[in-house]
């Protein structure tokens, strides 16, 4: 599934341009600058060396080829957002002790449970039902209030920042706990998280890191240095210490800063990919994972938020042969 090819993207970013230059906002961020060109040197490293190992398509695809993929794409998106979640008759807690997937019926519905995977379909104020539980690995994925949310003028519960700083965050965590959240380019959120949340649940000096969204063909789905509307999202990761001396030893030796992911988006909105395979150098062998404000679930992954079966619907998965491939996947 593509995004804008190269050259619908252009004609899309002709037109905006016109009506936006009277109040300039192509105009590039300097503030992000430094920033920008870090990840356009990575990036482009990336995508050569991708490149070389033939595993991404011709940047040039035709105009049926695009319009092929949207449709497919706008088709996947619209089924997963019109999918019937009559939470009333899933259950508000589930394990799916086995080692293999599992299918949960749900009156009409039918939902794909990895193994080992458990899920609590509740608000984050609800988040007191993990204390039985220590964790090794909490990612975070808010639903950030912003423009894009605003536009689409979607029923779509948001969160300012102030109410994370109230989540018993430590409570959940084992000694030495990795926290990674996903955040947005927006200065004054990424600095209060930075200043304000992070500090409270004892993490100090956190990293950056990138996702960089490209095509299959390779191309960043918008200028790195447009205003409008970046080609990435950020991820801020730290680990949860009882000293700001013993934080410092342990985020500057184990986590690589300015670490660029790269990989084609969902058609989705807001759908994030799975960050297990490039976390694993900074976690224990066999961690014990919680996602909160889940919308999918993962093996062996504890996931708590009210659409956290959104993305388990077997409408959203093909059968092969041995198993369940979801629709809607990253590249």
């Known amino acids: 599934m593509y995004p ?3 050259t619908h993207r252009q004609v899309a970013k ?6 936006s230059k009277k109040k300039n906002k192509n105009l590039p ?3 992000n600058s430094e920033e920008n060109a870090v990840i356009h040197r990575k990036i482009t490293c ?8 033939n595993i991404l398509k011709s940047p040039d695809i035709t105009a049926e080829e695009w319009f092929e993929n ?4 706008q088709k996947a998106a619209k089924e997963a957002l019109n999918l019937s979640n009559d939470i009333s008759i899933i259950p508000e807690y589930y ?3 086995n080692s293999s997937s599992t299918v949960l019926n749900c009156g009409t519905e039918k939902y794909v449970l990895p193994a080992e995977s458990r899920f609590h379909l509740c608000d984050i104020s609800s988040i007191i039902t993990l204390k039985d539980k220590k964790y090794d690995l909490i990612v975070l994925d808010p639903p950030w209030e912003n423009k894009s949310v605003r536009r689409r003028k979607k029923v779509y519960g948001t969160l300012c920042c102030e109410s994370l700083t109230d989540l018993p965050i430590e409570d959940l965590c084992n000694p030495g706990c990795l926290i990674v959240m996903w955040v947005t380019n927006n200065t004054n959120q990424l600095n209060f998280i930075k200043e304000k949340v992070f500090p409270k649940w004892k993490i100090f000096n956190p990293v950056m890191w990138h996702w960089v969204k490209i095509t299959h063909g390779g191309l960043l789905i918008h200028p790195i240095e447009w205003h409008h509307k970046k080609p990435y ?12 001396e013993n934080a410092d030893s342990l985020s500057e030796k184990k986590i690589e800063p300015n670490k660029v992911i790269v990989s084609v988006p969902s058609s989705i909105h807001s759908h994030k990919p799975p960050l297990v395979e490039v976390l694993k ?7 014990l994972c919680l996602e909160l404000f889940a919308r999918y679930l993962l093996p062996g992954w504890t996931s708590l938020g009210n659409e956290v079966l959104k993305l388990q619907n077997i409408k959203m998965f093909e059968k092969n042969k041995l198993t369940l491939i979801p629709k809607v996947k990253f590249g």
């Open 4 to 6: 804008l090819c190269q």
């Open 14 to 19: 002709s037109k905006q341009s016109k009506k």
């Open 29 to 31: 961020v300097k503030e």
């Open 46 to 53: 990336l995508l050569k060396a991708a490149r070389d190992l």
């Open 70 to 73: 949207n449709y497919e794409a």
């Open 95 to 97: 394990y799916n002790n």
């Open 233 to 244: 999202e950020n991820l801020l990761l730290g680990y949860v210490s009882s000293s700001t």
């Open 281 to 287: 150098p900074y976690i224990p062998q066999h961690p």
